[in-house]
C-alpha cells in the first residue's frame, strides 16, 4: 500500500539552527501539507502545497517557516531559526486532491530543540 | 481556529464491549468529516469518513454518527479489541484543504 514518508524520524536541533524536514508524498497525490503536533495536544494545520505553491497557510507558519518541493518526490519543510517552542512531532500528508478526501499522513519527524 | 473538540479525554473499555467516542464541532458550514487513529509514535490513521450529506456511515466494525442540528460526532467502534488502544481524532474539514483537529480521546482497551 502506498505511503507517505518522511525522514529524519527524530531530529534533535540547537535553539537558533535552521532544520530541514524532509517527506516524499504518495506519488499520483498532487496536494501536500504539513501539520505539528506538540506533545499531548491536537494536530495544527501548517501549510498546504499545490502546483508548487503555498494554497494555504496557518498563523503558525510564519516568516521562520519554508516549503519546497525541490524534485518530483521529495516536500521538504524548513525552519530558518529554531526556537524551543518549535519542539514537536512534524507530519507531512498528501490527498489525490483538494477537499472531501483522506489525508494520508506520514510517521512524522520528532523535532526537539534544545 | 474552528473548535472541534471532545467530550471526553479518556475513555477505558473491556475487551469485546463497544465503545463511542465522541465529538463536538463548532461550524455548521462544515461538510466532510473524518476520524483518526493514533497510535504512540505514529501518525495519524484514517478510520472512517463522512460528508454533510450523510447522518451514518459504516465501515469494518466502526459506525460513524453526524448529526449536524446539534453539530456532534460519534464514532462507534464494535467488539473493541486491545489493537483499538490509542488516541482518536475527529478531523473537519470545513473550506480549502486544511482539516482541523479535535483534541483527541484516548482509548484504553482492557483486556
Known amino acids: 500500500e502506498p505511503e507517505v514518508t518522511q525522514t529524519p524520524s527524530h531530529q534533535v536541533t540547537q535553539m537558533g539552527q535552521e532544520v530541514i524536514l524532509r517527506c516524499v508524498p504518495i506519488?499520483?497525490?498532487?496536494?501536500f501539507y504539513w501539520y505539528r503536533q506538540i506533545l499531548g495536544q491536537k494536530v495544527e494545520f501548517l501549510v498546504s502545497f499545490y502546483n508548487n505553491e503555498i494554497s494555504e497557510k496557518s498563523e503558525i507558519f510564519d516568516d521562520q517557516f519554508s516549503v519546497e518541493r525541490p524534485d518530483g518526490s521529495n516536500f521538504t519543510l524548513k525552519i530558518r531559526s529554531t526556537k524551543l517552542e518549535d519542539s514537536a512531532m512534524y507530519f507531512c500528508a498528501s490527498t489525490p486532491r483538494i477537499r472531501n478526501t483522506e489525508a494520508f499522513f506520514g510517521q512524522g519527524t520528532r523535532l526537539t530543540v534544545v | 481556529g474552528e473548535n472541534v473538540g471532545l467530550h471526553l479525554p479518556t475513555l477505558s473499555v473491556q475487551e469485546g464491549d463497544n465503545s463511542i467516542i465522541n465529538c463536538a464541532y463548532s461550524?455548521?458550514?462544515?461538510?466532510?468529516f473524518i476520524w483518526y487513529k493514533q497510535e504512540s509514535g505514529k501518525g495519524p490513521q484514517f478510520i472512517i469518513d463522512?460528508?454533510?450529506?450523510?447522518d451514518k456511515r459504516q465501515g469494518q466494525r466502526v459506525t460513524v454518527l453526524l448529526n449536524k442540528t446539534v453539530k456532534h460526532l460519534s464514532l462507534q467502534i464494535a467488539a473493541t479489541q486491545p489493537g483499538d488502544s490509542a488516541v482518536y481524532f475527529c478531523?473537519?474539514?470545513?473550506?480549502?484543504?486544511?482539516?482541523?483537529f479535535g483534541t483527541g480521546t484516548s482509548l484504553t482497551v482492557i483486556p
Open positions: 461550524n455548521s458550514a462544515s461538510d466532510y
Open positions: 463522512i460528508r454533510s450529506n450523510m
Open positions: 506519488s499520483n497525490h498532487l496536494y
Open positions: 478531523a473537519e474539514n470545513l473550506t480549502g484543504n486544511q482539516f482541523y
